[in-house]
């Protein structure tokens, strides 16, 4: 089985990637992609093919531009998986939302027509899983993913710059997906967990009113009646 979470932005998305083994749910390699705008001429790909990092030069294109550019990009890295996660809007969020809906849009029709399933984790969620904070700054976040050990392999002098804070996230959310599906598939007793990692499984909502074990994935229907 291999899964992905997705912290997208409109300028500076980060994603990672999990091979799991099937008959062991074991995590059997870790990926990450991080997309972002420069001031270079060219894209800058990294010479490893697991750990990507992606450069457009944004003073040269258009909005749609950068939507194609990481739409295609994401869609390819992902295609091959069977679940996404996706960091949900925030609730009651404002300012540039709309950018941002754009962006994310295109992504999740693109991947929803490739008949994965996809699942929307509300920011607090991911946050309260990572750190016990639902309101935990970037800040929170990167100091716990230091605290874990740095799993990726991030340059460690730049977690706090785009795409990494972005991968950092991007890991959070991947990892609160292999906890759901691994309580679902029967891997892990949800009593097992600490209550740190309880607390989003039985977290309920303005904006959702039942918990995320209650919740189905959504997936595509073969056909419309």
């Known amino acids: 089985m291999i899964i992905s979470g997705i912290d997208n932005s409109k300028n500076s998305p980060g994603i990672v990637k999990f091979n799991i083994d099937d008959e062991t749910f074991k995590i059997v390699r870790e990926e990450y992609l991080g997309l972002t705008m420069n001031k270079t001429k060219k894209p800058k790909i990294s010479s490893d093919p697991n750990h990507l990092i992606l450069e457009l030069n944004g003073k040269d294109y258009n909005d749609y531009d950068k939507i194609n550019f990481m739409s295609s990009n994401i869609t390819n890295f992902v295609s091959d998986c069977n679940y996404i996660a996706f ?44 750190t016990t904070n639902g309101a935990a700054d970037k800040s929170l976040m990167i100091k716990q ?12 002098n730049h977690l706090e710059e785009h795409p990494y804070e972005d991968i950092i996230d991007a890991y959070f959310i991947t990892k609160l997906l292999y906890t759901e599906l691994a309580i679902r598939k029967g891997f892990i007793k949800l009593h097992e967990l ?30 419309i009646e």
């Not at 709309?98 to 996809?118: F, H, M, P, R």
């Open 194 to 223: 600490n209550e740190q990692q309880i607390r989003p499984f039985n977290h309920i909502s303005a904006s959702s009113k039942v918990n995320l074990l209650s919740l189905d994935f959504i997936q595509k229907k073969n056909r």
């Open 145 to 156: 993913y230091e605290q874990i050990g740095n799993p990726l392999n991030l340059p460690k």
């Open 87 to 130: 960091e949900d809007y925030a609730y009651m969020a404002n300012g540039r939302i709309t950018d941002l809906a754009e962006s994310v849009g295109v992504l999740k029709y693109l991947l929803y027509n490739k008949n994965i399933s996809l699942r929307f984790y509300a920011p607090s969620l991911i946050k309260m899983f990572s």
